[in-house]
Every structure is written in structure tokens, then in C-alpha cells.
């Protein structure tokens, strides 16, 4: 079942633009929630993370929308540039009491074009 | 510091063989988990391991196992394989099991079961 759902599932946006990324958890548990990078041939890197006792969290370009009681947290990418053009992966954990366990969303293809 | 390798990178295998993936995480790091990346399914976590000991389990066939050593090295092996188990194969190290703490990924290795 997927837990996290993630959209859209591809995206294209034109150099300087805003490119915004939507994903919505069903578990109320979840309360650690990392965006993911990934360029073809490497694994996912972190991106930008937020806890729930925020509503926004900004770094650089990267800003981090968090709605706790609609259950959704979105990905925004200001002024895009072509560089951004990756799939970007939204997650989830929680303390399961076993350590780390990330609950992942299917993936946004981005492309920036010029 | 050095990043997450994992060898080999690419591994093409036969239906009903075995194969042993490995990992070594990035250096101080303890903590070690594998997961499936597929265009149909994502990414999903296999397991997590922790001063050897296996923490976290996600919900694949018992054919999926791993191991931690002591020198925090880790390996995952798959047994009988199956058409389905074709995929990247990511490893992600972290410093600790704390669920909020950054993992970071490897570039995984690419296995093709034909």
C-alpha cells in the first residue's frame, strides 16, 4: 500500500520559474519528512527535511510546505534552473522503535527548460 | 570523506540464481539499509542494520537477506532469484539509527535477472 503519495509524476517548467511538487501521508505517525534529489546514474541525496512543528521551512531556492492537518507537505523550487532537473523524491519515517525506515513517494520527474 | 560505495554496480543474473551485493558506508557510519528502487514500485526498504544487528525489516520474501559486520560493511543477498527482482539496488549509511538522522545514499547496484 503506498503510504506516501507524491504529485505530480512529471513536471516541465521553464527556466526561473516555480516548480512545486505535492505529497500527501496517510499515517499520522510519520513525523519526519526529507525530500530526496536524484540524477540518473547516482543514488537519492537529501535535499531539504522538516518536522511537523513547522509550517515552512526555507533553504536556498528549496522551501518546504507542511499542512499537519490536511496531511500534506509540498516541495517548492524557486527560480528554477535547468541543473534542477532531476527526480525528486518525497519521504516519510517515524520512531518505530527499530531505527531508520523511510516510507518514500514515487518520484516527480523534473526537467527545467531553457 | 569518502561517500557510500557499493559493488559491483551493474550484475546481470539467470532466473532460480543467487547473488550477495555489498556495501560499505561511509566512514564513523553504524548504520546501514538497503533498499529496492523499480519504475513500478519505487523506491521500498528492504531492511536496516546496526552494530551488526538487523533493526528495521520492511515486507519482502524471506529469499531477501542481509548482514551487517563488524567493521559496519554490509551485504545483502538475494536467493532463487525471479524475473521481478530486477532492479536498482540502493544502500543508504547514517551515523546513527535515529529516524531523523540524514541518510545518505550510495549509487546502487544495477541487477538485471533475465
Known amino acids: 500500500q503506498q503510504q506516501v503519495k507524491q504529485s505530480p509524476q512529471s513536471l516541465i517548467v521553464q527556466k526561473g520559474g516555480i516548480s512545486i511538487i505535492n505529497c500527501a501521508y496517510e499515517n499520522t505517525a510519520f513525523d519526519y519528512f526529507p525530500w530526496y534529489q536524484q540524477f540518473p546514474g547516482k543514488g537519492p541525496a537529501l535535499l531539504i527535511a522538516i518536522r511537523p512543528d513547522v509550517s515552512e521551512k526555507k533553504e536556498g531556492r528549496f522551501t518546504i510546505s507542511f499542512n499537519k492537518s490536511a496531511k500534506q507537505f509540498s516541495l517548492h523550487i524557486m527560480d528554477s534552473q535547468p541543473g534542477d532537473s532531476a527526480t525528486y523524491f518525497c519521504a516519510a519515517s517515524s520512531w518505530t522503535g527499530g531505527g531508520n525506515k523511510l516510507t518514500f513517494g514515487t518520484g516527480t520527474q523534473l526537467k527545467v527548460e531553457l | 570523506k569518502a561517500g557510500v560505495t557499493q559493488t559491483p554496480r551493474y550484475l546481470i543474473k539467470t532466473r532460480g540464481q543467487q547473488v550477495t551485493l555489498s556495501c560499505s558506508p561511509i566512514s564513523g557510519h553504524r548504520s546501514v539499509s538497503w533498499y529496492q528502487q523499480t519504475p513500478g514500485q519505487g523506491l521500498q526498504f528492504l531492511f536496516e542494520?546496526?552494530?551488526?544487528?538487523?533493526?528495521n525489516k520492511g515486507n519482502f520474501p524471506g529469499r531477501f537477506s542481509g548482514r551487517q559486520f563488524s567493521n559496519s560493511r554490509s551485504e545483502m543477498n538475494v536467493s532463487t532469484l525471479e524475473l521481478g527482482d530486477s532492479a536498482l539496488y540502493l544502500c543508504?549509511?547514517?551515523?546513527?539509527?535515529?529516524?531523523?538522522?540524514?541518510?545518505?545514499f550510495g549509487p546502487g547496484t544495477r541487477l538485471t535477472v533475465l
Open positions: 543508504a549509511s547514517s551515523s546513527t539509527t535515529s529516524y531523523t538522522d540524514t541518510q545518505y
Open positions: 542494520y546496526f552494530s551488526e544487528t538487523q533493526r
